[in-house]
């Protein structure tokens, strides 16, 4: 949503010392692919072992089958409440016209060339 470019522009606004450019790169592609990695390597070895119910949040003993209507339960409580919290949500931006976007000023290019925020 901000991108890289913007993102380049206010690391150097103001700024006493320029970064080498190479860090933009690593900003840009490095970073994100190296999270990326993270989280298919914890998904894999933990949370898809855990959703499937193979192993227990906390521990790697197999959960016990007195428990699983009780985690099913919280599943599908954490479930509702992030649903509700989106409707209302939802609900918030209609009653207050937020649907559209009349009102909104869309802001494009360099904000320091055209006078930006300051």
Same mark, same amino acid.
């Not at 006493?16 to 993270?38: E, G, N, W």
């Given at each position: 949503?901000?991108?890289?470019?913007?993102?380049?522009?206010?690391?150097?606004?103001?700024?006493?010392?320029?970064? !080498?450019? $190479?860090?933009?790169?690593?900003?840009?592609? *490095?970073?994100?692919?190296?999270?990326?990695?993270? &989280? =298919?390597? #914890? %998904?894999?070895d933990d949370a898809l072992p855990i959703i499937l119910n193979h192993?227990?949040?906390?521990?790697?003993?197999?959960?016990?089958?007195?428990?699983? !209507?009780? $985690?099913?339960?919280?599943?599908?409580?954490? *479930?509702?409440?992030?649903?509700?919290?989106?409707? &209302? =949500?939802? #609900? %918030?931006?209609?009653?207050?016209?937020?649907?559209?976007?009349?009102?909104?000023?869309?802001?494009?290019?360099?904000?320091?060339?055209?006078?930006?925020?300051?």
């Amino acid at each position: 949503m901000f991108g890289p470019n913007r993102a380049w522009h206010e690391i150097h606004q103001g700024a006493d010392l320029k970064i !080498p450019r $190479i860090f933009k790169h690593v900003m840009t592609y *490095v970073t994100p692919l190296y999270l990326a990695v993270i &989280l =298919v390597w #914890w %998904a894999k070895d933990d949370a898809l072992p855990i959703i499937l119910n193979h192993k227990s949040a906390g521990s790697a003993s197999p959960v016990v089958p007195a428990d699983e !209507p009780y $985690i099913w339960g919280a599943r599908v409580l954490m *479930v509702a409440i992030v649903l509700i919290l989106a409707v &209302l =949500v939802r #609900w %918030a931006w209609r009653r207050n016209g937020y649907d559209s976007r009349q009102g909104f000023v869309e802001v494009g290019g360099n904000p320091a060339a055209s006078g930006g925020i300051r």
